[in-house]
């Protein structure tokens, strides 16, 4: 059974794209049945291009990505998500939808990349990719299939805290 985790941060169209560019990309070289997704409370509309620019310079695939709401995962027949990942400060402290199912949501804030100076932004974005990358490849060592939703918890916030 596919586990399904939603990557939120405010305008999905940075650190919640590259969360879901690195935790499908590995979990696909993995192995892994894992499936992501982003989303975000106020969608700005359009992913940064510097986001796109570090995903694909790690080889990541970003055809059909976009910019969209956290509403088009919270009606009937869509993905029941088993993990729920805030990436950006703003989206932690905001008022979420109720998830069906009660997924285990956990926050792993990063500064926005888009807000280093002009000069320094894509290598703001490649550091924020790698470091959530990291993240999502610990996430992948889970035995998620078998983790009891307490146990799961405990060990998002232990790698929060790594």
Same mark, same amino acid.
């Given at each position: 059974?596919?586990?399904?985790?939603?990557?939120?941060?405010?305008?999905?169209?940075?650190?919640?794209?590259?969360?879901?560019?690195?935790?499908?990309?590995?979990?696909?070289?993995? /192995?892994?049945? !894992?499936?992501?997704?982003?989303?975000?409370?106020? @969608? &700005?509309?359009?992913?940064?291009?510097?986001?796109?620019? #570090?995903?694909?310079?790690?080889?990541?695939?970003?055809?059909?990505?976009?910019?969209?709401?956290?509403?088009?995962?919270?009606?009937?027949?869509?993905?029941?998500?088993?993990?729920?990942?805030?990436?950006?400060?703003?989206?932690?402290?905001?008022?979420?939808?109720?998830?069906? /199912?009660?997924? !285990?949501?956990?926050?792993?804030?990063?500064?926005? @990349? &888009?807000?280093?100076?002009?000069?320094?932004?894509?290598? #703001?974005?490649?550091?924020?990719?790698?470091?959530?990358?990291?993240?999502?490849?610990?996430?992948?060592?889970?035995?998620?299939?078998?983790?009891?939703?307490?146990?799961?918890?405990?060990?998002?916030?232990?790698?929060?805290?790594?």
């Amino acid at each position: 059974m596919t586990t399904n985790i939603l990557i939120l941060c405010t305008h999905n169209s940075a650190r919640s794209v590259l969360g879901e560019g690195m935790l499908n990309h590995w979990a696909h070289k993995l /192995g892994k049945d !894992v499936r992501a997704f982003s989303a975000g409370s106020a @969608p &700005s509309g359009r992913i940064n291009p510097f986001a796109l620019e #570090a995903l694909g310079s790690a080889g990541v695939d970003t055809s059909g990505y976009r910019s969209k709401s956290w509403d088009e995962f919270v009606g009937e027949g869509t993905p029941k998500m088993r993990i729920v990942i805030t990436v950006c400060d703003s989206a932690a402290a905001e008022q979420c939808p109720y998830w069906p /199912g009660s997924p !285990v949501k956990m926050h792993w804030g990063y500064p926005d @990349p &888009s807000n280093a100076p002009e000069a320094d932004k894509a290598r #703001a974005f490649e550091l924020t990719r790698q470091a959530i990358g990291y993240r999502m490849l610990q996430l992948l060592q889970l035995p998620l299939g078998t983790m009891s939703d307490a146990d799961l918890q405990r060990a998002l916030t232990s790698i929060a805290e790594s």
